[in-house]
């Protein structure tokens, strides 16, 4: 049987790829900025670039799986497991990056106190493990009713397809839920800011803060405009379920479109930090450099492994070390010695 591939996949594939490379890109990036400028925030921006591969990814398979192996419903499941668990970490990270920060705003004094490395490190991991939590409910419900006729009729796939907990109904409520925290907590820290900025003003200090608090805003801002709606899609087809007269292909069309839309957020929360953070920017460059020029790197670790083995109380001068160095990088220096 010839696979069937539509336009609408290979779109969708297409922003899928671009969404990992550049997600996969940006923890690299930001791995590689200085220790000096590392931050909690740091860790936030790479843990939410893993949530964000999450998307991208579970709808490759999810459509490679449409293609090739048509009619699999356990592929169905992983996909909609894998993306309830990428929203709900995305959520709950915009959530983190907010608390971040309305304590570094609000209590700059005790904030290395109160979101400290090891509180950081466990409240992502209290991320994780709910994200996953709310994902497996839907599994847990429908495996408790598996049993009896149901079971001889239906796959457990198949029956947690068709009659599971309906799940996405949860997570648009809670989208929306979590939104409505976000937007009371940047209100109040907007008048923060603002009347830090009007400070800094007075006494002639260029302030950070506004641009900062600008970057986040813009992350939930393209998250709204990207997953929101799809969320009002799914809940308007809850409440009130299409019927037989309905044109369901064109339902369809809404549908995949407003998903393709969805699947933008995984490139926009990437091109917004390389933009916008300045330490990001710079772990960028550090990679590029690193990319580009491996030998030279090599070159330099090799002299330094040099010095470090040769120079000593009782070893050679300064002068023969600067030669040894040279003709490990330079051939030509090689033979004119």
């Known amino acids: 049987m010839t696979p069937v591939i539509h336009t609408q996949d290979v779109v969708q594939l297409c922003v899928c790829t671009v969404g990992i490379v550049a997600n996969v890109v940006s923890i690299l990036a930001t791995s590689h900025v200085p220790r000096t400028r590392w931050t909690a925030y740091n860790k936030l921006i790479i843990n939410l670039a893993i949530s964000d591969i999450f998307v991208p990814a579970a709808v490759t398979l999810h459509i490679l799986s449409a293609i090739f192996t048509p009619n699999d419903q356990c592929t169905e499941t992983a996909r909609r497991f894998l993306l309830n668990v990428a929203l709900t970490s995305t959520l709950f990270n915009l959530v983190l990056m907010a608390v971040d920060h309305f304590l570094a705003n609000m209590h700059p004094m005790r904030y290395e106190h109160l979101f400290s490395k090891l509180k950081v490190n466990i409240a992502i991991v209290c991320l994780w493990g709910a994200s996953v939590g709310i994902g497996l409910i839907e599994i847990a419900v429908s495996y408790a009713n598996y049993n009896g006729d149901v079971a001889k009729q ?19 409520i809670f989208i929306f839920v979590v939104l409505l925290i976000l937007i009371v907590v940047y209100i109040r820290l907007y008048c923060l800011v603002k009347r830090m900025i009007s400070r800094d003003l007075l006494e ?30 799914h809940f308007t087809m809850y409440v009130n379920p299409p019927t037989a007269n309905d044109d369901i292909e064109q339902l369809l069309l809404i549908n995949n479109t407003l998903f393709t839309l969805l699947l933008f957020n995984s490139i926009c929360d990437p091109a917004i930090y390389a933009i916008r953070r300045s330490e990001v920017k710079q772990g960028y460059v550090r990679l590029f450099r690193r990319l580009a020029r491996p030998s030279l790197d090599y070159e330099r670790e090799g002299s330094f492994l040099f010095r470090r083995r040769n120079t000593g109380p009782e070893t050679v001068t300064d002068e023969s070390t600067m030669v040894a160095r040279l003709s490990l990088s330079s051939p030509e220096a090689s033979k004119g010695n």
């Open 154 to 172: 239906l796959s457990f796939c198949e029956h947690l397809n068709m009659e599971g907990l309906k799940n996405e109904l949860i997570v648009i």
């Open 204 to 233: 002639g200090r260029q302030s950070n803060s506004f641009k900062a608090t600008v970057t986040t805003f813009l992350i939930i801002s393209s998250f709204a405009l990207c997953w929101c709606p799809l969320a009002l899609f």
